[in-house]
């Protein structure tokens, strides 16, 4: 399948099944290509920063803040709602229903 405008141009290098045809439509695949063209050269820079930090990390660096970025010990968060205070009852693993009345024979 190949959907083609004047400027953007999107190839699906794919079996298209009859489900997929029906969510891929010309206008879905022209809205994905109109993004494409608007962002790929800022995902490309974005992708390049993260491969420079990555091996910046690799090479030892240890994350840190910025320090412009941080804020005065002095906020506050709402307090814990009461529903959440007294945690008695927990689910920790998969529910193993007894339903023997339920089962048939």
């Not at 045809?21 to 290509?33: D, K, S």
Request: net charge neutral; aromatic share 6%.
């Amino acid at each position: 399948m190949e959907i083609s405008t004047s400027s953007i141009n999107i190839k699906i290098h794919a079996p298209i099944s009859r489900e997929v045809q029906e969510i891929l439509t010309p206008e879905a695949l022209r809205f994905v290509g109109f993004l494409c063209a608007q962002f790929e050269e800022r995902r490309q820079l974005l992708l390049s920063a993260r491969k420079s930090r990555a091996q910046a990390f690799d090479a030892g660096e240890v994350p840190h803040f910025v320090v412009e970025k941080q804020y005065s010990g002095d906020w506050k968060c709402a307090p814990i709602p009461s529903d959440v205070q007294d945690r008695r009852v927990e689910i920790t693993g998969p529910v193993d229903r007894k339903v023997s009345s339920l089962q048939t024979k």
